[in-house]
């Protein structure tokens, strides 16, 4: 496993030396490493990045919000690290956004497509980041003893422990931060752009040829029958499967059968 400073403002890690180039973006409140189990199975039959995207991870901060902005980062250091090989692109959530944003606007890079239960649509009202958002800024680092105590805070937030979990990997303790703690994710800014993030930018780009698969969890409501149209008409060659027993963290919620559907699309 290599991993890389920020470059072009991406952090970013890879693993594996030969067989397809693959990239995985993950969505907001995540960083790469939210993939190292599928990435670490791939690895031996593949190459794969794992980038942490601006205001995330290791990655650089940003004073606003932008698909565009964020899928030309993401094309400059596929170029770098690429060699001028494309790549398969899996992204989730506002990672799958950014995947298609860069599909459509760079497609000279994107050999496949995955995009992980999201739409090109606007996905506002079925958020519940702003409720997160919330339950994270209550967490008083100035007090805070511990990731038990700031579980408990934010219990009163977010019932789900899996997702206090997740959204807890961003709380870090250094010398840089209130009581040695300090979010790792932009939060005020994320906070601030929750609208932007939710959108769907108009392009004006042709659609992309390539071949993509839209994978959607059955329990989730970020893919819809009606949103078909407007995949269809960016993605003529989309391809939807559904997974069973899943909601909108689907690689977390089935890994097994992720995994294993991440392996036909790359033909390993």
């Known amino acids: 496993m290599n991993a890389d400073a920020p470059r072009h403002g991406l952090f970013s890690t890879q693993l594996g ?25 791939l690895a031996e039959s593949a190459r794969v990045t794992l980038i942490d995207l601006p205001n995330h991870g290791r990655s650089e901060w940003t004073d606003h919000f932008s698909y565009p902005e964020m899928a030309g980062q993401v094309a400059e250091l596929l170029k770098v690290q690429g060699d001028g090989d494309r790549y398969v692109v899996v992204g989730h959530s506002m990672g799958g956004k950014v995947a298609m944003t860069l ?25 519940d980041f702003e409720t997160f958002i919330r339950g ?33 990997q ?9 009581n040695g703690w300090r979010w790792q994710v932009n939060l005020e800014m994320l906070g601030d752009h929750l609208d932007e993030m ?35 008409a960016l ?18 919620e089935q890994p097994e059968v992720f995994l294993a559907i991440m392996r036909r699309f790359l033909r390993l």
Not at 235 to 252: C, M, N, T, Y
């Open 198 to 232: 939710g959108d769907w930018p108009d392009l004006h780009a042709k659609p992309y040829e390539g071949r993509v698969l839209w994978l959607a969890g059955d329990e989730s409501p970020y893919i819809q029958p009606e949103y078909a149209a407007a995949m269809r």
């Open 235 to 252: 993605f003529p060659r989309v391809q939807l499967v559904k997974i069973k027993e899943a909601g909108h963290w689907v690689h977390s």
């Open 103 to 127: 599909a459509l606007l760079r497609a000279d890079l994107v050999e496949r497509l995955c995009v992980v239960d999201v739409s090109p649509v606007p996905t506002r009202e079925f958020s």
């Open 136 to 168: 994270m800024h209550a967490i008083d680092l100035e007090t805070l003893t511990g990731r038990r105590d700031a579980d408990t805070q934010l219990a009163g937030y977010v019932s789900d422990p899996n997702i206090r979990g997740f959204l807890l």
């Open 170 to 178: 961003n709380l870090r303790r250094d010398n840089r931060g209130a």
């Open 17 to 41: 030396t030969t067989g397809p180039r693959v990239v995985f973006l993950h969505g907001l409140f995540g960083h790469g490493r939210n993939w190292n189990t599928v990435a670490k199975a």
